[in-house]
């Protein structure tokens, strides 16, 4: 019996020649899952297809043969000039469509329609770029599916997000009077699932962070007077069970960054943290007495969710403190390049 993508190889919606819709994947080592999503794209229901450009960064497992033999524009970069900005920048570059919808190599399209729902709010031509709804996949952990379900792309309404429109100097006043949490949810934005108007692109490219560079870009056009959307008619599956370690690391870098854009100071002190971690044991204890687990699952999850917690608000801390603690101390300087590579 042929795999999904055996059946769907080099055929279905996927292109790799110009059209008005291109979808950008970066990739390394995508394995089954990315192999799904292929067969998930060939079924998109869009006229005329989309052009597919896939940009590998070294894969060993056969993701760049798999790209290529579903029909897609394969792009090769070594895997040491990876870089969240730049390498979507590059295979932007090297894509066709006014549209350029992006998505991670794990996150599966919930039905034919994604793509077209995606790209219906440009009928507005006010709009700069427009991101997607996510969900947790079946198999996710109870904390994580919890976290996620308080990320603002999980929201059930449209919205549309714009200061000033077409007016850079009255955008930037009223980013300025915002409260630092209101600049940041302002500008939210994610790359797991979103697309961008070529012509915006060409005026404001990503810039070439190692993280975030979905939210900067959300901000800079937000202050050029542009609008960014949210569509949950489109629609992703999208979660992947993570280590303690890694989850530390990934929120040290995103109150990194929130500190730095939108000056958010979530956790102020190291009384804040231990306050915190006393908080978020009591919601997670409460989430997991409510959760469909069984005896041993729950008393597993219970114990993780103590350390979790921790560590948890000790990244928050850590992570905005660091642009003044770099500056300061050497030692913090070699803490901060550690934890932050390879995120």
Request: net charge neutral; with cysteine; hydrophobic share 40%.
């Amino acid at each position: 019996m042929e795999s999904p993508l055996e059946e769907h190889s080099g055929h279905g919606a996927i292109r790799a020649d110009a059209r008005p819709v291109s979808l950008v994947i970066p990739t390394w080592n995508g394995g089954e899952r990315f192999r799904e999503l292929l067969a998930v794209l060939a079924d998109q229901d869009i006229e005329g297809g989309f052009q597919l450009v896939v940009c590998d960064s070294g894969s060993s497992d056969g993701t760049d043969r798999a790209a290529e033999e579903a029909g897609a524009l394969l792009l090769r970069i070594p895997q040491s000039e990876f870089n969240h900005g730049r390498t979507r920048n590059h295979a932007i570059a090297h894509s066709a469509g006014e549209i350029v919808c992006l998505l991670t190599q794990d996150a599966v399209p919930m039905g034919a329609d994604y793509l077209r729902n995606l790209v219906a709010p440009y009928d507005n031509p006010r709009i700069d770029g427009v991101y997607a709804r996510q969900f947790p996949r079946p198999d996710c952990d109870p904390i994580l599916a919890e976290r996620l379900r308080q990320w603002s792309a999980t929201r059930n309404e449209p919205e549309l997000k714009v200061l000033a429109p077409g007016d850079p100097d009255g955008s930037a006043a009223l980013f300025r009077d915002l409260p630092p949490l209101e600049r940041y949810l302002s500008s939210a934005f994610d790359n797991v699932a979103s697309s961008v108007r070529r012509s915006s692109w060409e005026k404001i490219p990503y810039p070439e962070r190692s993280f975030g560079e979905d939210v900067a870009w959300a901000r800079a056009t937000l202050l050029a007077g542009g609008a960014i959307a949210f569509e949950p008619s489109a629609r992703v599956e999208h979660s992947h069970r993570i280590s303690i370690e890694r989850e530390f690391r990934r929120i040290y870098c995103d109150h990194r960054n929130l500190y730095e854009l939108f000056g958010l100071f979530n956790v102020p002190s190291w009384r804040a943290v231990w306050a915190g971690w006393k908080h978020q044991r009591r919601f997670y204890r409460e989430l997991l007495a409510a959760a469909e687990l069984s005896g041993p699952a729950r008393l597993a999850w219970r114990a993780y969710s103590i350390p979790y917690g921790l560590f948890e608000t000790a990244a928050q801390f850590l992570g905005a403190r660091s642009h003044w603690k770099t500056r300061e101390s050497r030692f913090w300087r070699w803490a901060d390049g550690r934890i932050r590579r390879g995120v």
